[in-house]
Antibody, heavy 124, light 108 residues
Framework: QVQLVESGGGVVQPGGSLRLSCAAS????????MHWVRQAPGKGLEWVAFIEHDGSSKYNVDSVKGRFTISRDNSKNTVNMQMNSLRVEDTAVYYC?????????????????WGQGTLVTVSS | SSELTQDPTVSVALGQTVRITCQGD??????ASWYQQKPRQAPILVIC???NRPSGIPDRFSGSSSGNTASLTITGAQAEDEAEFYCYSRDSSGDHWVFGGGTKLTVL
């Protein structure tokens, strides 16, 4: 079945780095854009980053620009996020999710499925 | 601040109908999708492409849209529907995405 499994979370000091990975299975990975979404403890969902199916386009939320880099390896069915210069406010569960669309992705797209999430804690 | 606005809390009596709304300028151009999240679980998609239900989602869930407002309606709410609900769409630029702040649904 379609499945996403995140890994790479952990505890890191402010200013440190982490690399998250999301392993996909059960579908043709290279056909789909992928997103990262995070959720701080007790807070709502926040979109973080997107990468197009072939890696040709990437977008980030402003709060992580210049610090987080999304990438993918279609030969390994993985999407990654390199997180540098981590801040306390980056503490969250990070989910990867597959982008689904209709009508060429305009006017609507959605996230399905989601992984189970990986916890990133930034603390001294 | 979120570009999609949701009421933080909504309650409904068991078996009654409830509507959860999501407002934002980008909804005039883009459809919203809706996600249900229960404590300590990942979100799941309940409505996509304005009013389509993925397989496995009960038909008591439906979506609609008018102007700058998208709505999720639960007709005959059940106890297991108690959860946080989030709307999601693109922002006004079209190359970023955004979630609403979430609505905590309580089934009384």
């Amino acid at each position: 079945q379609v499945q996403l499994v995140e890994s790479g979370g952990g505890v890191v000091q402010p200013g440190g780095s982490l690399r998250l990975s999301c392993a996909a299975s059960g579908f043709i990975f290279s056909n789909y854009g992928m997103h990262w979404v995070r959720q701080a403890p007790g807070k709502g969902l926040e979109w973080v980053a997107f990468i197009e199916h072939d890696g040709s386009s990437k977008y980030n939320v402003d709060s992580v620009k210049g610090r987080f880099t999304i990438s993918r390896d279609n030969s390994k069915n993985t999407v990654n996020m390199q997180m540098n210069s981590l801040r306390v406010e980056d503490t969250a569960v990070y989910y990867c999710a597959r982008r689904r669309c209709s009508s060429g992705c305009a006017p609507g797209d959605w996230l399905d499925p989601w992984g189970q999430g990986t916890l990133v804690t930034v603390s001294s | 601040s979120s570009e999609l606005t949701q009421d933080p809390t909504v309650s409904v009596a068991l078996g009654q109908t409830v509507r959860i709304t999501c407002q934002g300028d980008s909804l005039r151009n883009y459809y919203a999708s809706w996600y249900q999240q229960k404590p300590r679980q990942a979100p799941i998609l309940v409505i996509c492409d304005k009013n389509n239900r993925p397989s496995g989602i009960p038909d008591r869930f439906s979506g609609s849209s008018s102007g700058n407002t998208a709505s999720l309606t639960i007709t005959g709410a059940q106890a297991e529907d108690e959860a946080e609900f989030y709307c999601y769409s693109r922002d006004s630029s079209g190359d970023h995405w955004v979630f609403g702040g979430g609505t905590k649904l309580t089934v009384l």
